[in-house]
């Protein structure tokens, strides 16, 4: 049976629902060409596009030429890519592939389209509330960098830190700081050297035997924007202090300004403290300062956790241009962007990317799963299109699973296979 049509006159959207143009690679609707005004294969303005068959704004393709005054080569140029989720995913590899970042455009979309080399099916897992996932596909775990797996990751982490701050909430003789570490940072600096140098800085602090004195734990999230002046990588904090008679935070902070400062003029760069990057956290509020870390406004998180940002500074890095994109996708392999130490250390909070990937594969009720046969000879953009089709929160479980029996699929779990009779 041919799959259905991801137009607007598929059966789950409706036949009453008016034509629209599709968008080539995720199916959310575009102007036809000419509708603007402006002449075909002219330079587009940024357009939050709705998709008909989603419902709602989940992200934007942004499109524009390089001014005469623009460096040829230069990371800043090209199309942006805004929101989160399977509909992200597909734009970013659409942006990589124009940029001419092919290679890390294939290694991105490999992401969720892959099934496990021990998987005889897909799974489609339903958690409740419009909320699946398919497992038995690999993921590629790029926390910070892939649209699809951050939104996982970050909640996961925020779970397991969760648990650990009721607890040391109800300690009376700790103190929170929040601290922000960052350097002065210029168009053109190679996004590797100055996370080299915020690292240097943080060990340099954790070795002094100063911080290891008063600081009894910490929480640390590496974020990286991108604007005007370049990439700008720079380490949030969470530091736990156990309270100690004579204990002063301004005179230990100017210890620890002293001390960054030092380390970076080494590296041939000068730090950037600005007010507020060093406060107290009331154990009260110990929650809320958690909640920080993956959906503040002013954490790159912040767009990742929400349907739609308009934020230009504080974006996701896979909505920072496409050739800064590959460049910090290049330099970050095998980087850890997230931390813990001391008394937030934990079993769960400890965890490394891959654990928290293998535990998408075992949450949630499942649904409905294809035979790895039938995945396997969709093309990659079928996958795509199916995979966003099971994402989509509009969705009931009910729909989904029409859909995806009427792709070839079956409905249900998977059967259990057959291991032959006990032997006494």
Not at 14 to 29: E, F, I, K, N, Q
Not at 90 to 118: I, N, Q, Y
Not at 153 to 169: N, Y
Request: charged share 25%; net charge positive.
């Amino acid at each position: 049976m041919p799959a259905p049509s991801l137009t607007a006159r598929s059966p789950i959207v409706g036949a009453s629902s008016p034509p629209v143009h599709l968008h080539p690679s995720c199916g959310a609707d575009a102007p036809p060409p000419g509708a603007s005004g402006a002449p075909a294969g002219a330079p587009s303005k940024r357009t939050d596009q709705r998709c008909h068959h989603h419902g709602k704004v989940r992200y934007s393709c942004v499109s524009g030429a390089a001014s005469p005054e623009t460096p040829p080569g230069d990371p800043g140029v090209g199309p942006r890519v805004r929101g989160w989720g399977a509909q992200a995913h597909a734009a970013l590899v659409d942006a990589l592939r124009d940029a001419g970042e092919t290679r890390v455009a294939e290694e991105v979309a490999d992401c969720g389209l892959v099934p496990l080399p021990v998987a005889a099916h897909v799974t489609v897992h339903s958690r409740g509330g419009g909320r699946r996932h398919m497992g038995g596909l690999t993921h590629c775990g790029r926390f910070q960098l892939c649209p699809q797996c951050t939104p996982f990751l970050m909640a996961k982490r925020l779970e397991s830190l969760e648990g650990v701050g009721a607890k040391l909430a109800q300690d009376e003789g700790l103190r929170h700081f929040v601290l922000v570490l960052s350097l002065r940072h210029h168009r053109g600096a190679r996004w590797k050297v100055l996370v080299a140098a915020l690292r240097k800085m943080q060990a340099t602090l954790r070795r002094s035997h100063r911080w290891r004195r008063v600081v009894v734990g910490f929480v640390r999230l590496l974020e990286s924007t991108f604007g005007a002046h370049g990439h700008h990588p720079h380490e949030h904090l969470l530091v736990t202090i156990r309270v100690a008679d004579g204990f002063d935070p301004e005179k230990f902070f100017r210890w620890v300004r002293e001390t960054c400062e030092a380390t970076a003029r080494k590296a041939s760069r000068t730090c950037n403290f600005q007010d507020g990057w060093w406060s107290e956290v009331s154990r009260d509020q110990l929650g809320k300062a958690l909640g920080y870390f993956g959906s503040s406004d002013k954490m790159g998180t912040s767009s990742i956790l929400s349907e739609f940002s308009t934020s230009t500074k504080h974006q996701p890095l896979w909505c920072i241009p496409p050739k800064a994109y590959a460049q910090v996708w290049r330099d970050s392999h095998r980087l850890r962007w997230f931390g813990v130490g001391g008394c937030w250390h934990a079993s769960d909070t400890a965890k490394s990317d891959e654990e928290l990937e293998q535990e998408r594969q075992e949450t949630g009720l499942t649904i409905a799963h294809v035979l790895r046969e039938i995945w396997k000879a969709w093309t990659p953009q079928e996958r795509r299109d199916r995979r966003a089709v099971v994402h989509d929160r509009t969705l009931t479980d009910d729909q989904v699973v029409h859909y995806v029996v009427a792709c070839g699929g079956i409905a249900g779990p998977p059967p259990l296979p057959d291991w032959g009779e006990q032997v006494s």
